[in-house]
């Protein structure tokens, strides 16, 4: 048994020590688990403990909305150029070359600054960060619409890369920090499910705005076709996110560690004011900081030397035990799940292409993955790229299968949503990537058109649910000074995969397609061993 001393040494029943320095005591309340104190008339609690007597509500769902509208966005950045490249290419007399840079060029932009983003985050605040890099990343993808030259577009690609990063990590951390543990992980899901609605969005906005072959000439050197519109669409979802953002205020929790608790006091009050009304009193008087000594010692400084203190507060603890084990985890599953969800899903269309282009003309024979590949896509490269180098048209089957996929994506992150409990993260993890893992293996070996199609999109899909809710595993098994951090780093890992593997795939594709179909189920089958070790 514990006790909480107060002075006089009285003895009060509690699972924590207490000590308080005060001359007078009034009035002293205690529940059992010294959580929720009252001291001279004032109840003071933990951040987690005022959300939990406020409870879920309006401002969790509006958070979600928000969050929703800002991942949407990070899915057009970084897919969307996908559907703009082919009809992009007669304005900017794009090559092969040409066409993969560009799709992997943002990939780039978002790993060089992601771990500085991380560190932004944990001292500017994560609302702010959020608001400027939506910001950052729709004025650049915008002037894109609007350059002729290549070169300049390419830039215009990569600037927005490096505000993408921005907000696509921060934001995980944005919304988590608004939700108690036992919704953290769920919420997060619930707005990750924009991923799989943003699979949907794209091809069916994209579907209607190229099907309409026409120019505008307003600008002068720049013949202001379709794509360029589809360019600056997708920037709204972003736009619409943080003027919703306006409505919501900063991470309390954020406040809290920066010593601000008089902000942080106001914000729970508005919290619970929107989420129960005026029909229930709120009695809270004061939060619990969450300043540790080391934040204290950083403010002492400025500058420079503040940023690379605050750096060093921020990651050092990650690469000690006990956090040292899961961090290397987390990164190590980020990696693994976006080498198939984010690299072979760059190549998802063309290869559902040609598997429909092989069958459509020899429909009565059987062709293995690796088949299609080594003869269609030879062929259909050598014989039709020069028809085809400059049509403006995709063919409709791109924007079926992708709608199709997208949906699958949204029912599988639905899904799990609902069956997402702290207890049941490690299992949905471990579940999934095992599934993912058996469907590239039979890939291999399915001679069916139709099946064909289901298994590799249930190999993508089934790997790339997990990188939401591995970022709600970091928000509960990570402090929060380190938490936005962590998710960053990972997320530079995760980046890293996609560029990695969206190289190696291309080369292997044409080169060695069996080594690139049966190499990946094994990038799988290692992240579910490593899922395995994760805290239940």
Not at 453 to 470: D, E, K, Q, R, T
Request: with cysteine; charged share 15%.
């Amino acid at each position: 048994m514990k006790f909480c001393e107060i002075n006089n040494k009285m003895p009060l029943n509690c699972d924590k020590n207490i000590t308080i320095n005060i001359i007078k005591i009034n009035k002293i309340e205690v529940k059992e688990d010294c959580k929720d104190q009252k001291f001279e008339g004032k109840k003071i609690l933990s951040y987690e403990d005022a959300l939990k007597e406020i409870g879920f509500g309006r401002v969790q769902v509006e958070l979600l909305f928000a969050s929703f509208l800002i991942l949407l966005n990070v899915m057009n950045e970084t897919m969307g150029i996908s559907f703009i490249i082919p009809v992009a290419q007669c304005d900017m007399n794009l090559s092969e070359s040409d066409k993969g840079l560009l799709s992997g060029i943002i990939f780039v932009a978002i790993i060089i600054p992601s771990y500085g983003w991380g560190i932004m985050a944990g001292s500017m605040g994560r609302r702010s960060i959020i608001f400027w890099s939506v910001i950052g990343s729709s004025i650049f993808t915008c002037l894109g619409a609007f350059v002729s030259d290549f070169t300049l577009f390419l830039l215009c690609r990569f600037f927005s890369g490096l505000f993408v990063a921005g907000y696509s990590g921060v934001i995980y951390t944005y919304i988590g920090e608004f939700c108690i543990l036992k919704h953290r992980a769920i919420l997060i899901s619930w707005a990750s499910v924009s991923v799989g609605f943003g699979l949907i969005i794209m091809p069916f906005t994209a579907s209607m705005i190229l099907s309409y072959n026409w120019k505008l000439n307003f600008v002068e050197f720049i013949d202001f076709s379709a794509w360029r519109v589809l360019l600056v669409i997708y920037t709204l979802p972003g736009i619409l996110g943080i003027l919703w953002l306006f409505r919501l205020p900063e991470s309390p929790k954020f406040l809290l560690i920066n010593n601000r608790k008089e902000e942080a006091l106001e914000i729970v009050k508005w919290i619970h004011k929107t989420n129960l009304g005026e029909s229930k009193k709120f009695d809270i008087d004061d939060l619990q900081s969450e300043e540790s000594h080391d934040d204290i010692e950083i403010k002492k400084y400025a500058g420079l030397k503040k940023v690379m203190l605050s750096m060093k507060e921020q990651t050092l603890p990650l690469l000690k035990p006990p956090h040292l084990l899961y961090f290397m985890i987390c990164c190590c599953l980020q990696f693994g799940i976006f080498c198939i969800a984010g690299g072979l899903a760059l190549f998802l269309p063309d290869i559902l292409n040609k598997i429909a282009n092989a069958y459509d003309e020899n429909p009565i024979d059987s062709f293995k993955i690796c088949d299609i590949m080594h003869n269609e896509q030879i062929n259909y490269n050598i014989t039709k790229f020069s028809d085809r180098s400059c049509d403006e048209t995709i063919n409709p089957n791109v924007f079926i299968d992708s709608m199709f996929l997208g949906l699958a994506f949204t029912i599988a992150y639905i899904a799990t949503s609902l069956f997402m409990k702290p207890k049941r993260r490690k299992f949905i993890i471990a579940i999934t990537l095992l599934a993912s893992s058996i469907s590239g293996i039979l890939l291999n070996f399915s001679e069916s058109q139709y099946f064909m199609i289901v298994l590799i999109c249930s190999f993508v899909m089934l790997a790339g649910i997990n990188s939401a809710i591995i970022s709600g595993v970091a928000c509960d098994i990570f402090p929060t000074k380190q938490i936005s951090t962590v998710i960053c780093i990972t997320m530079i890992f995760g980046r890293v995969g996609t560029a990695t593997s969206s190289s190696l795939i291309g080369y292997l594709l044409e080169y060695d397609c069996e080594l690139a179909y049966q190499s990946l189920p094994i990038i799988t089958l290692l992240c579910f061993t490593l899922s395995l070790i994760l805290p239940t």
